[in-house]
């Protein structure tokens, strides 16, 4: 059995500070991709892509539009998770894109997905091939190809865990230009400062461990 201050003394914390720092380093990266949507996968995603659009914001143009989905995944217990919590291996989506209610699609769109971590990419495969049926079944509601629509996906984390995965992303996806990290990271437990009910503690031993506020 594992001991509490074992797992305690290998947690990674990183606080808002550094996740808004990690995101304005990005931003070269994101303006490039131009994205016109971004699509939150919630709950990790949600702080992250609100510092996105922060700093895609430009002068006398509206935000980039933000929609949030839902899944939850709870992996075995060969992956050092970001919570402690273990339900098998399939994808549950709870909350998708509702295209009828808001007239939206993704046709002619830069679509760029954010989260906080690519662990074992099971999620991250997940909402990228569901995005592309959804496109898929658009232009042939339009008589267009894919391939004529114009439409683009990429990622956003602010870890990548230099690990096996589980599922892959296509090559469309998974390039220079689409698939955007901030960081690389070692499979660790990474303790993000949305998951913590002591922040004063949480901060603190991100500033000991070097990921708060980094000085140029």
């Not at 699509?39 to 509206?62: D, N, S, Y």
């Not at 899944?71 to 060969?78: F, G, K, R």
């Not at 690389?184 to 949305?194: G, L, N, R, S, T």
Request: charged share 25%.
């Amino acid at each position: 059995m594992t001991d509490t201050a074992d797992i305690e003394a290998t947690k990674m914390y990183i606080s808002y500070n550094h996740v808004h720092q990690l995101i304005q380093e990005s931003t070269p990266r994101l303006k490039k991709f131009n994205p016109d949507l971004l699509v939150c996968l919630a709950g990790g995603g949600l702080v992250p892509t609100r510092f996105v659009r922060t700093f895609l914001k430009e002068p006398g143009q509206p935000n980039v539009r933000i929609m949030s989905v839902v899944l939850s995944l709870y992996e075995a217990t060969d992956s050092v998770s970001t919570q402690a919590e273990q339900v098998g291996k399939e994808v549950v989506r709870t909350q998708w894109l509702d295209y009828t209610s808001t007239d939206f699609t993704l046709i002619g769109k830069n679509i760029l997905i954010v989260d906080e971590v690519d662990d074992t990419r099971t999620t991250l495969h997940y909402a990228v091939s569901e995005l592309k049926k959804d496109l898929e079944n658009q232009c042939k509601a339009k008589g267009i190809t894919v391939e004529e629509s114009g439409t683009k996906f990429g990622v956003f984390v602010l870890h990548n865990k230099n690990k096996p995965k589980k599922a892959e992303l296509p090559p469309d996806v998974f390039n220079d230009d689409n698939y955007i990290v901030a960081r690389e990271v070692d499979d660790v437990w990474i303790a993000y400062p949305w998951e913590s009910n002591d922040i004063v503690y949480h901060t603190k031993r991100a500033v000991e461990q070097g990921n708060d506020v980094f000085l140029p």
